[in-house]
C-alpha cells in the first residue's frame, strides 16, 4: 500500500460495479483492480447499464463519454457500492484510416480516474464492413467467420493470433485509470 493512500485499510472488501455482461470487460477489471488493490477482497457485480452513446462510438470522445455515463449509470443504480467503472471499446479516424481501442473510466466514494487503451490500426475489409453499418464485434466475426469475438478475444486477438487478446488490451488501461485512488494526495493536491 501506498504511503499516499492511508485511508485504504488491508482486507477489506472493495464492491465493484462493471458495467457490463462481458466477460472479457468483467476480468479485465477484476485483474486491473487486484494489481492496484492487492490486500482487498475484490467483489465485482456485473451490472448491464446504458451508455448513451451508439452502440458502436466512432470517435474518442464518444467512446469517453459511453465509459463515463455507464460508470455513473451505474453508480445511480448501485449507490452502496465502491467503484464502478465503465469500459467502452470504440473507433476513431485517423487519417482516413479506423483506429479501434477503447476508455476505461472508474468512478470512486471521493474522485475519479480515467485512461485509454492502445490504439490499433483495423485492416480495410474490417474497416469497409464498419462504414457500412455494422459493429466492430460483427465485422470481425464475419471477416474471421467466427462468432463471439468480442465476448473472447476481440479484435486485437484475433488480429494478433492471440498474442495480445481484448482482456490483455484492457487491463494495464484499467490500473492506469484508478492510479488517482492510489495515489489520491497527489491528485487532490492538482488545481
Known amino acids: 500500500m501506498s504511503s499516499h493512500d492511508a485511508s485504504l485499510q488491508p482486507s477489506r472488501v472493495f464492491r465493484v460495479v462493471v ?34 452513446v451508439p452502440d458502436q462510438p466512432l470517435t474518442d470522445e464518444e467512446t469517453l463519454k459511453g465509459a463515463r455515463t455507464r460508470a455513473e449509470n451505474a453508480r445511480a443504480a448501485r449507490p452502496d457500492a465502491d467503484f464502478w467503472i465503465g469500459l467502452e471499446g470504440g473507433l476513431e479516424t485517423q487519417s482516413g484510416q479506423l483506429m ?30 464498419i462504414r457500412s453499418g455494422l459493429e466492430l464485434g460483427t465485422a470481425i466475426d464475419q471477416v474471421f467467420q467466427r462468432q463471439g469475438a468480442k ?15 481484448r482482456t490483455d488490451l484492457y487491463e494495464p488501461a484499467v490500473v492506469l485509470a484508478l492510479i488517482p485512488f492510489r495515489q489520491k494526495e497527489l491528485y487532490d493536491a492538482s488545481p
Open 19 to 52: 458495467t457490463s455482461g462481458n466477460p472479457v470487460k468483467i476480468e479485465a477489471a477484476r485483474r486491473g483492480f487486484e494489481q492496484v488493490f492487492p490486500d482487498h477482497d475484490i467483489r465485482i457485480e456485473p451490472l448491464k447499464v446504458p451508455s448513451g
Open 100 to 129: 479501434a481501442g477503447a476508455w476505461i473510466f472508474v468512478l470512486g466514494p471521493d474522485g475519479e480516474g480515467r485512461s485509454r487503451t492502445a490504439n490499433f490500426l483495423l485492416p480495410e475489409p474490417i474497416a469497409e464492413k
Open 151 to 165: 465476448q473472447g478475444p476481440g479484435a486485437a486477438g484475433l488480429l494478433t493470433d492471440g498474442v495480445i487478446g
